[in-house]
C-alpha cells in the first residue's frame, strides 16, 4: 500500500523554526517528485513547495519563498520541509503529496496522489 | 487568492446531475496544462478523483467525469448519492506564478 506519514507539526512562536517530516512506503521513493501543500483549517488548499526526485530542482509558493527550504533523502524515503520565520499566517494543516505523473518539478503536468494524513502547524504566541 | 476560480456551492438531489466548473487564464488551464480534481470528505485527506483533464483513477466510480475546453474545465457527477457530500477542488500549474495552483473550491451538498 502506497503510504505518505508527515509527522513534526505543533504549536511554534512567530518567528521561530519547525522542520515537518514525511516518510514514504510502498513505492519506489526515488522515482517521484515530491510536494508540499497546506490548508488552513476550513479554508482552500495551496500549494507550498516541490522537488524532483534527485533533489535537484526545487520549486516555492511566493508566501513562502526565501523562509522555507525542501529536501529529501532517498536513502530513508523521507521528504522535509525546514519552516524558518514563521508567521501566524503559515497556520495551517501541512501535507506530503506524491507527484502521480512527474519525476522532476520542471514537468508541470503532474497530479498528487496519494496525501498523507497531515500535521497541524500552529503559530502563535 | 487562487487564479482558478470554482463555484463556491452545488447542490442536487439523489440521482440527479450535477457540474462543478473550473475557470482558469491563458497562463494555466488555457495554455494547455492539464487540469486535475480532488475530493475531499469531512475531516480527511483530499483525494485524487479525476487526473489529466479526463481520466479516473482506478477505484472511482464512473460517475464521476472530467472535461477541459480552453480556459474552464469542468466536473460532472451524475446520479448524485449522499457519500458525494464533500468538497471539491481543481488543480493546475500556472506558468505566470511558476506554481501549482488549487481552485477555490466547491461544496457539494446532496439535498
Known amino acids: 500500500e502506497v503510504q505518505l506519514v508527515e509527522s513534526g507539526g505543533g504549536l511554534v512562536q512567530p518567528g521561530r523554526s519547525l522542520r515537518l517530516s514525511c516518510v514514504a512506503s510502498?513505492?519506489?521513493?526515488?522515482?517521484?517528485?515530491m510536494h508540499w501543500a497546506r490548508q488552513v483549517p476550513g479554508k482552500g488548499l495551496e500549494w507550498v513547495s516541490g522537488?524532483?526526485?534527485?533533489?535537484?530542482?526545487?520549486g516555492y509558493a511566493d508566501s513562502v519563498k526565501g523562509r522555507f527550504t525542501i529536501s529529501r533523502d532517498n536513502g530513508k524515503n523521507s521528504l522535509y520541509l525546514q519552516m524558518n520565520t514563521l508567521r501566524a499566517e503559515d497556520t495551517a494543516l501541512y501535507y506530503c503529496?506524491?507527484?502521480?505523473?512527474?519525476?522532476?518539478?520542471?514537468?508541470?503536468?503532474?497530479?498528487?496522489?496519494?496525501w498523507g494524513q497531515g500535521t497541524l502547524v500552529t503559530v502563535s504566541s | 487568492q487562487s487564479v482558478l476560480t470554482q463555484p463556491p456551492s452545488v447542490s442536487g438531489a439523489p440521482g440527479q446531475r450535477v457540474t462543478i466548473s473550473c475557470t482558469g487564464s491563458?497562463?494555466?488551464?488555457?495554455?494547455?496544462?492539464?487540469v486535475h480534481w480532488y475530493q475531499q470528505l469531512p475531516g480527511t485527506a483530499p483525494k485524487l478523483l479525476i487526473y489529466?483533464?479526463?481520466n479516473r483513477p482506478s477505484g472511482v466510480p464512473d460517475r464521476f467525469s472530467g472535461s477541459k475546453s480552453g480556459t474552464s474545465a469542468s466536473l460532472a457527477i451524475a446520479g448524485l448519492q449522499a457519500e458525494d457530500e464533500a468538497d471539491y477542488y481543481c488543480?493546475?500549474?500556472?506558468?505566470?506564478?511558476?506554481?501549482?495552483?488549487f481552485g477555490t473550491g466547491t461544496k457539494v451538498t446532496v439535498l
Open positions: 522537488i524532483s526526485w534527485s533533489g535537484e530542482a526545487m
Open positions: 488543480h493546475s500549474y500556472d506558468s505566470r506564478l511558476s506554481a501549482y495552483v
Open positions: 489529466g483533464n479526463t
Open positions: 503529496l506524491r507527484d502521480g505523473y512527474c519525476s522532476s518539478v520542471k514537468c508541470h503536468s503532474g497530479w498528487f496522489d496519494p
Open positions: 510502498g513505492f519506489r521513493f526515488d522515482d517521484y517528485a
Open positions: 491563458s497562463s494555466n488551464s488555457g495554455a494547455g496544462y492539464d
